[in-house]
């Protein structure tokens, strides 16, 4: 194997039911008074409480911020940032879904180098200090955030979600516990579990996959194909439940790491426009995309498709990469992910923005890791397929 490639993770993951336990004498580590990045949604479950009552067996004292209401905006971060500032925290602790741990994350890298958190988009700015310790919390089966290292936040001044990459962004301990996940509605299950698979797919397919990336890209693929219906359909199955903590947290792992592609360039304009959630936005694409891609990343899209297949059943590369693509559509369907349309945004407003959603693809630069490459036109016309777009499985684009 003639090839260098990088893998990065979290130093510490605790990974199984009740992990959440741990997280007082891990916080302990690290500092003496935290700052707990959430939403409110997170505190009327109890969970913020629950933090709190571990942290302060641990004797580490805890201050919160409640303020993410939607997708990451620099909004939050400032408001947590000058949270964290005027308590004097020195150890932040994100719970929630990906808008609370990205938000947490960007709040890590500022709190120690300064700046606007789009100064680091493009590595216009390194990170030269280290970040303020993080560890992040998932409540759900699907970013994968706890174990990436890039943020996504919106800029309100323009309506750009900046995706910021760099190894600072890494949270230093991820705490995965699949009964937390017990609490998400069949909606956010299946959202989020989509969400999931697309990361642990176009982690396998792009142009930047390495053999560690596929191991986790492949087993997270399974996982989610086995178990994401049985979450969706039964909530309190904490084996499903447990498998698809596991399946995200691999495929976060491996798209970090193999970076993702044509589906996440073109989902995050859909997610600053039209304040679509990043699951959905990801879920609705999916399908489209790898009906456009299909052709030029077969024998990959064919392992998927296999996973759907009995064991001993013996299909051929091609029938397998449409059984992949028939599959992701079918699951969308059986999972109630709508088009764009279904989602209630306005076609006229749509239109008039799809060169600009094109050209911020394009210039995120994840589109170029899809193993077609598109061009700014090709996108536009996928927007548009993808706005009315039939999850049926007689039509897949050849």
Known sequence: MDMLAVFRMPRTIHYGRSALERIGEETAHYGSKALIISDEVMSSLGYISNVRDYLATAKVESVTYLG?????????????????????????????????????????????????????????????????????????????????????????????????????????????????????????????????LSHAIEAYISRQSQPMTDTLALSAMKLIVDHIEAAYEHGENLDARGAMALGALQAGIAFTNASVCLVHGMSRPIGALFHVPHGYSNAMLLPAVLEFSQEHCRERLADLGRFFVPTKEKVDNQTAADIAVNEVKRLCKELQIPNLRGWGIDERSYESVIKKMALDALDSGSPANNPKVPTRLEIESLYRICFDYNYSTDNVMK
């Open 68 to 196: 993410v209401a939607s997708e990451p905006t620099d909004v939050f971060v400032t408001e947590a940032l000058e949270l964290m500032e005027e308590k004097s925290c020195d150890v932040i602790i994100s719970i929630g879904g990906g808008s609370c741990i990205d938000t947490a994350k960007a709040v890590s890298v500022l709190a120690a180098n300064g700046g606007y958190i789009g100064d680091y988009t493009n590595r216009n700015k390194t990170i030269t200090k280290a970040p303020i310790a993080h560890i992040a919390i998932p409540t759900t089966a699907g970013t994968g955030s706890e174990a990436t290292d890039a943020t996504v936040i919106t800029n309100t001044a323009n309506d750009v979600k900046m995706m910021i990459k760099q190894p600072a962004f890494m949270p230093e301990v991820a705490i995965v516990d699949p009964l937390l996940t017990i609490s998400s509605p069949k909606h956010v299950t299946a959202a989020t579990g989509i969400d999931a």
